[in-house]
């Protein structure tokens, strides 16, 4: 599926930039020029060679604190996907499977986490275990979850009354066999799209929290605490919130370009591009054949 993906437009497109981002959580802190939180006089100085996006109202280069901050971004936003997919995908799965009781039981408490405000529960967490992002992020992810429960509940009733299902039961085949040879293969393409659809979700709620101050202690810099600080001084340094704000956008518009080009990928048109594939392969192999003694 990679390969199709990669050769689909949207699929590079979205690729090129996820990876861009990726290189700059795991790059940012040594590119960064300057250290990201030594103060000077220089407050919201102007774009100069010095100080390529300026400075803050405390003097702090703000190229610096943007790359700086990208990990912490970036780490979130996957947090919150993974652990949404861990917590959702095996009940959804097991809700098919199980019985009605068991179904029954996942399907109140996935309704349950939907209708949970996700910003009072991570305020509320971080009051009880402090201000911290991996429990924001965590408590996040379960209150996403039944975003891929639903997936795999429903990838997995495409495929429960399906005949060589049927057979595997009759023949006495277990829930574990019967997942692992039959079920996981139908399940991880849409979960492979919901997955990319959670990381761009991921990016808002990370921005969205640390835009309020909840989960990163300052003067540790992020993404959305950039935005908002640059929002209190839009009169000395309007293009200031461009930075974070672009990178936000970029990174979140390119995790449901990807989910796109996952989608078409797993699909017939994915299906038919891939036979289009082994055929030309297959037709330049007959066109082009090598002796038998290996030499030309």
Not at 153 to 162: F, I, K
Request: glycine content about 10%; proline content about 6%.
């Amino acid at each position: 599926m990679v390969r199709v993906v990669l050769s689909l437009t949207t699929g590079r497109i979205a690729a090129g930039i996820l990876g861009l981002i990726a290189l700059l959580a795991l790059l940012g802190p040594w590119l960064a020029p300057q250290n990201p939180l030594t103060t000077s006089d220089d407050t919201l100085a102007a774009v100069s060679g010095a100080h390529w996006l300026g400075t803050d109202h405390l003097g702090r280069d703000v190229l610096s604190r943007l790359l700086d901050g990208s990990r912490v971004s970036v780490l979130g936003s996957l947090e919150v996907a993974l652990t949404a997919m861990a917590v959702g995908v095996l009940p959804g799965i097991l809700s098919v499977q199980l019985g009605r009781v068991f179904e029954w039981i996942t399907l109140r408490l996935a309704d349950t986490l939907v209708a949970l405000p996700f910003l009072l529960f991570a305020v509320a967490v971080i009051a009880l275990l402090g201000n911290g992002i991996t429990q924001a992020m965590l408590v996040t992810g379960v209150l996403v979850s039944p975003l891929f429960y639903r997936v795999a509940r429903a990838a997995t009733l495409a495929v429960a009354r399906s005949p060589y299902v049927e057979a595997a039961v009759v023949a006495g085949a277990s829930t574990g066999w019967i997942v692992r040879r039959h079920v996981w293969a139908k399940v991880l393409p849409p979960l492979a799209v919901a997955l990319a659809q959670t990381i761009g979700v991921g990016f808002v709620i990370v921005s969205s929290l640390t835009f309020l101050g909840i989960g990163v202690q300052p003067p540790a810099p992020t993404w959305g605490g950039l935005l908002a600080s640059d929002l209190g001084y839009l009169d000395q340094r309007p293009w200031a919130p461009l930075a974070p704000a672009l990178l936000i956008t970029l990174t979140v518009w390119a995790s449901n370009l990807l989910a796109d080009a996952i989608r078409d990928a797993s699909g017939e048109a994915g299906r038919a591009l891939a036979g289009r594939r082994r055929a030309r392969a297959r037709r330049t192999a007959e066109a082009d054949p090598v002796p038998s003694g290996g030499t030309r």
